[in-house]
Every structure is written in structure tokens, then in C-alpha cells.
């Protein structure tokens, strides 16, 4: 990350953050990276499918990865979600989280990726439960 402009900020055991903590990234027991949670900053843009998923509000960004998916049908909610074909997550839509928008219309506070890895470990919370 430090090669494209994004040195190490912080680490905390196998979680570390880059880009005033707007990246997160979590590694495996083995340091691969099992997933990448990104929330908005006005220094980096991150896109899904055209879109700058932090300049658009939360139901538009869901509409559009749910359309992705292939998975079957999705009911929109605001806390969190998982996208299980594409391993995206979205976590808390809000207003406070519309740093482009004057804090209108609820937008997410964190889209995130994740490997067959973090989805074993999903699935395996969700039995327990």
C-alpha cells in the first residue's frame, strides 16, 4: 500500500489501517488478506460498477450490488449486509456518513470485500447463532 501513496497508519493485531483509517484491511492466519472494509474519504474515490459507492446513498448502492449478485431476491436493511455471490458488505447506513452530501440521506459507513475465507468464518458466526 505504501508503493501507491498509502504507508501504514496503525495496526492492531491482524487488522491494519491505511489512508486515515478509511482502509481497513484484515489478514489471515497465514497474512493473506481475508478481507478489505473501505469507508468514505475525501482523498480516495471507491467504485463499484461506475458508482462512488460513498457519494451515493445507501439504497442505490445496495440496488445496484443486489442486481449484481445473482443470488436471489434482497430486502434492503440498514444495519448490515452480505452480498454471499460477491462477498460484499455493507454496514450502517446513515446520515452522519454523507460527508459529500450535507448529511441528507443515509449512506454507508463501511462497503467491504472479503475471500472464501471470510465468508467460511461468516457462515460459521451465523450457525452458532
Not at 491505511?18 to 468514505?40: A, K
Not at 455471490?85 to 463501511?110: F, H, K, M, P, S
Request: a negative charge.
Amino acid at each position: 500500500m505504501a508503493a501507491i501513496g498509502f504507508p501504514l497508519e496503525h495496526s492492531q493485531d491482524s487488522v491494519d489501517y491505511f489512508c486515515e483509517s478509511c482502509m481497513q484491511v484484515s489478514h489471515g492466519p497465514n497474512d493473506e488478506v481475508s478481507f478489505i472494509g473501505v469507508s468514505g474519504n475525501p482523498n480516495v474515490t471507491f467504485v463499484f460498477k461506475g458508482i462512488d459507492v460513498f457519494r451515493h446513498s445507501a439504497i442505490d448502492v445496495f440496488s445496484l450490488m443486489a442486481a449484481s449478485d445473482n443470488s436471489g431476491p434482497h430486502e434492503f436493511s440498514p444495519y448490515e449486509y452480505l452480498f454471499p455471490n460477491q462477498i460484499l458488505t455493507l454496514w450502517d447506513a446513515d446520515e452522519q456518513y454523507d460527508r459529500q452530501g450535507g448529511e441528507n440521506r443515509e449512506v454507508w459507513g463501511q462497503v467491504g470485500i472479503g475471500n472464501s475465507a471470510y465468508m467460511a468464518a461468516i457462515r460459521a458466526i451465523k450457525t452458532k447463532m
